[in-house]
């Protein structure tokens, strides 16, 4: 019964790459929300997204950030054109139709050189 | 009116005493409360979690109160442990499929 999985754990860039995070998902689970860590600070929600539908974005910022959660594979966080501020731990969480508990991975720590 | 404010920033505890941690929220329609603790590197765990028609729910050493009157809700742990030291975070939704909105944690550290 595997948990939520993303990758890459860590992951570097330099100034104006691009980044994508990726994530698995609990079996069975169709709702994904993605939020962003920035150190020693607490969790900002980002997007809400259910199978190729994007329910909420209002974390999300305007410009750079993409989302997408595919009918087949994992949901994407895509962040274009990366600045040192995008450095933060950006987790992933998923939850059933059923149930409001939203189960946590382990994180993408990301590092904008 | 979606903040959720935590308090204290950190706490220190003696092994086998009682650590408080408490919320407070402005938004009347949340109605799911979950508590959530972090080691360093590691994604948020799931501890223990309340709906507002309960004043309190207790898991082991763990306990919720819930006062919906005053919109607060606190976290107690009884009998600390080192094992225990970690960030917690509260937590508010307004249920199934809807977002999280995070207090700004708690950093516990439980001395042996």
């Known amino acids: 019964n595997a948990g939520v999985m993303q990758n890459p754990r860590h992951l570097v860039r330099r100034r104006g790459q691009e980044a994508r995070l990726r994530c698995s998902p609990v079996?069975?689970?169709?709702?994904v929300y993605w939020y962003r860590q920035l150190p020693e600070e607490g969790l900002k929600f980002m997007v809400y997204?259910?199978?190729?539908?994007?329910?909420?974005e209002s974390g999300m910022p305007k410009e750079r950030f993409s989302a997408e959660f595919p009918k087949e594979g994992p949901s994407i966080l895509r962040i274009q054109q990366v600045v040192r501020g995008d450095s933060a731990a950006y987790f992933c969480?998923?939850?059933?139709?059923?149930?409001?508990?939203?189960?946590f991975g382990p994180g993408t720590r990301l590092l904008v050189l | 009116q979606q903040q959720v404010k935590q308090s204290p920033q950190s706490l220190i505890v003696q092994k086998g005493g009682i650590s408080i941690i408490n919320c407070a929220y402005e938004?009347?329609?949340?109605?799911?409360f979950p508590w959530y603790q972090q080691f360093p590197g590691k994604g948020p765990a799931l501890l223990i979690a309340?709906?507002?028609?309960?004043s309190e729910k207790k898991e082991g050493r763990f306990t919720i109160s819930f006062n919906k009157s005053a919109k607060q809700f606190s976290l107690h742990i009884m009998d600390s442990q080192p094992g225990d030291s970690a960030t917690y975070f509260c937590?508010?939704?307004?249920?199934?499929?809807?977002?999280?909105?995070f207090g700004e944690g708690t950093q516990l550290t439980v001395n042996p």
């Open positions: 969480a998923s939850s059933s139709d059923l149930q409001e508990t939203q189960y």
């Open positions: 938004n009347t329609a949340f109605d799911y």
């Open positions: 997204l259910q199978k190729e539908n994007i329910i909420d």
């Open positions: 937590a508010a939704s307004k249920g199934s499929g809807s977002r999280l909105t």
């Open positions: 079996k069975g689970h169709s709702h």
């Open positions: 309340i709906r507002p028609d309960v």
